[in-house]
Each structure stands twice: as structure tokens, then as C-alpha cells.
């Protein structure tokens, strides 16, 4: 049963947010130069991170009076979580919710697929920058390739409603990923969506000619597979465009070059429990003190709404004087 008529989460230009991003970790099992240091990472501590009971109480609202549909979770690494499966079942009882999936690097599915997909996790994106070793330590200065591929096949073993793969579009590296990676993903019938490299790495070195774009990705993708055709995209809310190559599809987000801020429908939750109105925000609004000090579920969807309200119409990463926020990737949740 829904409780209340539900209020839309809605800005100040109108649009309306169905889509959370929940964080449950800053912590990672690896190290990618584009998200987090190398050393000396200032993780939140334990007793900030929110329980499983403050997030499901966070999704709860925010599906049951705020018409949320869908919730992913991220992190950091998500599946570094002690015992996520709970909290996945614990999601997934909540009435209302239509979609509920997943972020991960790979490296801790092969033992926690099946566990997840039982619990009620329906979609799962896996990120995979490469398919070589050296590349991969090179990216996240760590081993474990042969880990993500096999996690990889666990989760398309397990039969999620959806297993998408994840690459990163960095200049000086994915030129040369980009054919394996796509055969890779068609072998398996999953779709790979290459993203265009962010300002968000917490060491500060992104620059414009770091990004690989989509334009130059198209470029390498018509010299080997020859025509491409862009694909309708069914949902504007949906940030990959979709190409028709021979054998398949593959995506691009190109959300650098042509962002698609207009048609943002997503908040975010931290792990340490602040609603974030825009991965690129320079504010936010810290809701964990509050609700440990009592604040009714009425204060909380105030504080939360009041945040989604002030929300900036684009990211601004093109424009003249733009600072990137000061939480990295890592402790935002991507
Ligand atoms: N650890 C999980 C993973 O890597 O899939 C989930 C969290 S990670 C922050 C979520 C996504 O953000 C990954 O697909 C990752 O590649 C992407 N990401 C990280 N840093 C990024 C950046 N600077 N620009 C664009 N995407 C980034
Ligand atoms: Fe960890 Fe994901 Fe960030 Fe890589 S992108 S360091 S896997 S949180």
C-alpha cells in the first residue's frame, strides 16, 4: 500500500527527479588514477558511513512521497560492503520501487552475484577500462583483470534483467582498448557504454585533452567496423546514445561534450549520508546528524527537497572559472 500522495522532487527549472544514486562506501578494493588517490585517502570513519536502517529509511521517503522509481547503488566499491545482500533485500521490499541496480568494479562478483540477483538486484553495470593486465594496473594500480572478467561472467550466469559493461574514454589509453573492448562485450551480448573521462579525480589532473570524446571514439569505431548508425534513444533521461555497429550496439556518454543536464533526473545520497543535487555540486546537504538526532521523516524530505530546488542548470565544465567539487568520485558515487 502507498502511503500519502506523493510530491515530486522538482528544481527550480522543472525538472523532476525518479532516479537516486545511493552510495554505500567510500572505500575501494582498487585504485583508479581517475577517482581516487594513489595514497593517504582521507575515507570517511565508520561511525559516519549510514546504516543499512538510515539508507532504507533515505530510499523509503524518497520512493513513498517523493515518486522515486529507480535507486542504484555505487560507492566507491558497493560490493566491499559487509553483507550488501541484506541491504539489497532490504531495498527491495519497499513498495514502489520499479528498478533497482548496481555499480561495481567486477573484482568481488564472482562470490557475490548469485547472492545479489536472489536478494533482488535486477541490473548490474560493470566497469572495465581493459581487457590487459598491464593496462589495468597501469589504470588502477592494482591487479585483478582475470577477476572483473570473471565476475563479469558470473553476473551474465546469473541472469540479471540487464549486465552492462562501463569503459572510461582517456586519451592515451582507450584508443587502443576500444575494438577489443567492444568484441568483448558482443561475444557476450552485453552492452559496453564508453563515458567520457570527468573532472572528478581527486589527484586534479583532468584536463579538456585528457577526455577521449565521443566524437574521436566514433572515429575509431567506423575505421574498424565500418558504417554506424545512431540508434533511437527511447528515454532522453537516459545519458548513452546508442550505435548500431555490425553485431551489435555500443554506447557513448558523452557527458563532457554534449552534456545532458536539461534532461537530469537523478539525486544522489552519499555514503556518509548528504543528498547531492549534482555530481558536479559545489554544495550539499548533510541529512545523517539530523537523523540521528531525531528529526521527524517531514524535517528530513524539507531538507531534502530545499537541496533539489537549488540544483544548477548544467554542470558548467566548459565554462571560464569552473572548480570542480571538492569530493572525488570516490566519496561521491558515480
Ligand atoms: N567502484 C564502482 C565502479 O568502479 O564501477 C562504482 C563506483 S564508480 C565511482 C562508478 C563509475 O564512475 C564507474 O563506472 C567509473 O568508471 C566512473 N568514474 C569514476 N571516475 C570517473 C571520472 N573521473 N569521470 C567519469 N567517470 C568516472
Ligand atoms: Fe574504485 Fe570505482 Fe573509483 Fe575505481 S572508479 S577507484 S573501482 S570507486
Redesign the pocket.
Known amino acids: 500500500m502507498m502511503p500519502n500522495p506523493q510530491t515530486p522532487l522538482v528544481d527550480s527549472l522543472g525538472r523532476i527527479h525518479t532516479s537516486v544514486r545511493l ?1 554505500v562506501t567510500d572505500r ?1 578494493n ?1 585504485r ?1 588514477f ?2 581516487m588517490p594513489e595514497t593517504d585517502i582521507p575515507f570517511a570513519p565508520r561511525e559516519r558511513i549510514l546504516t543499512f536502517e538510515e539508507i532504507h529509511r533515505l530510499a523509503r521517503l524518497l520512493i513513498q512521497q517523493c515518486g522515486i522509481r529507480d535507486l542504484r547503488i ?5 560490493l566491499v560492503r559487509r553483507q550488501l545482500n541484506r541491504l539489497v533485500s532490504m531495498l527491495h521490499e519497499i513498495d514502489g520501487l520499479e528498478d533497482l541496480s548496481l ?4 573484482i568481488l562478483l564472482v562470490d557475490q552475484a548469485r547472492d545479489l540477483r536472489q536478494a533482488g538486484l535486477k541490473r548490474i ?3 572495465l ?1 581493459t581487457l590487459d593486465e598491464t593496462v589495468f594496473r597501469q589504470i588502477t594500480r592494482r591487479e585483478g583483470v582475470e577477476r572483473t572478467i570473471a565476475g563479469i561472467d558470473a553476473a551474465i550466469a546469473c541472469g540479471f534483467d540487464s549486465v552492462k559493461l ?3 574514454a582517456i586519451r592515451g589509453i582507450t584508443e587502443n582498448e576500444v575494438v577489443r573492448l567492444v568484441a568483448f562485450a558482443l561475444e557476450r551480448s552485453v552492452m559496453l557504454r564508453f ?7 581527486a589527484d586534479r589532473a ?1 584536463e579538456k585533452q585528457s577526455v577521449l570524446t565521443g566524437d574521436e571514439l566514433l572515429g575509431i569505431l567506423r575505421n574498424h567496423f565500418g558504417k554506424i548508425e545512431a540508434a533511437t534513444r527511447p528515454d532522453p533521461s537516459q545519458p548513452a546514445e546508442e550505435f548500431l555497429i555490425e553485431g551489435g550496439k555500443v554506447g557513448i556518454i558523452r ?1 563532457v561534450t554534449q552534456p545532458f543536464c536539461s534532461a537530469c533526473n537523478r539525486i544522489r545520497i552519499t555514503a556518509d549520508g548528504a543528498v547531492r543535487n549534482c555530481l558536479f555540486a559545489r554544495g550539499e546537504t548533510p541529512l545523517r546528524e539530523l537523523m540521528r538526532s531525531g528529526a521527524t521523516d517531514d524535517e528530513l524530505l524539507l531538507e531534502i527537497r530545499n537541496c533539489m530546488l537549488s540544483k544548477a542548470p548544467a554542470h558548467g565544465i566548459d565554462r571560464e572559472g569552473f572548480v570542480a567539487p571538492e569530493r ?3 566519496a ?3
Open positions: 552510495s575501494c582498487i583508479c581517475y577517482c555505487t560507492g566507491g566499491e558497493p555499480t561495481t568494479n567486477g553495470n560493470i566497469s577500462d562501463n569503459a572510461l563515458i567520457e573521462f570527468m573532472p572528478l579525480d583532468w557527458s572525488a568520485m570516490y561521491i558515487g558515480g
